[in-house]
């Protein structure tokens, strides 16, 4: 009798385990409902990357202030996303980067746009198109990679009015 107690308490603790990870997983993920299945998986994609720098930093690979630093920048991407998903009401979101001030050189080279000078839609080097600031612990410029038929396009305008 004893030891028929001890495995029903063995198999609860098991059970229990095994079920409190799932619900958990399913109650983060009930605000990402109202989101079709394209917005829903990138949204989980940056719920992976931030499991993924976490794992980093408490394994010690990388230091606190890129962290913090990564970890702003996935929640600003997230804001983004969920801003977009939002105000569009379409599942589709354009490639999104986010990039601190001092960060602008990666996506633009030398020299790079002054932040404050840029404004809400405008497109830079006809790739990008500046959507706007999210501040997330610093602050972040987000932008939309123009797809190759924009860029496209917007080449073929700007070498048209350079031919007359």
């Known amino acids: 009798m004893a030891a028929l107690k001890r495995r029903s308490f063995a ?7 095994v079920v ?5 997983t399913q ?7 109202e989101f079709g299945p ?5 949204l989980g994609y940056l719920r992976n990357e931030q499991e993924v720098v976490d794992d980093r930093v408490s394994r010690r690979e990388v230091s606190g202030t890129y ?5 702003n920048r996935i929640k600003a ?6 801003r977009l998903a939002r105000e569009t009401h379409n599942d589709y979101l354009p490639e999104l980067e986010a990039v601190s001030a001092p960060e602008m050189r990666t996506l633009f080279g030398s020299p790079p746009p002054e932040a404050a000078r840029l404004k809400a839609g405008e497109v830079l080097k006809n790739t990008f198109r500046f959507l706007g600031v999210v501040r997330a612990g610093e602050t972040f410029y987000l932008f939309a990679r123009l797809d190759p038929y924009e860029q496209a396009e917007l080449t073929e305008k700007s070498s048209a009015i350079r031919r007359p």
Request: glycine letters at 2%.
């Open 27 to 33: 109650v983060g993920s009930s605000s990402d409902d």
């Open 11 to 17: 198999f609860l603790i098991v059970a229990l385990c």
């Open 38 to 42: 394209v917005v829903r998986a990138y």
């Open 67 to 71: 962290y913090r630093h990564n970890s």
């Open 20 to 24: 409190t990870p799932v619900r958990a």
């Open 77 to 82: 991407l997230r804001q983004m996303a969920i």
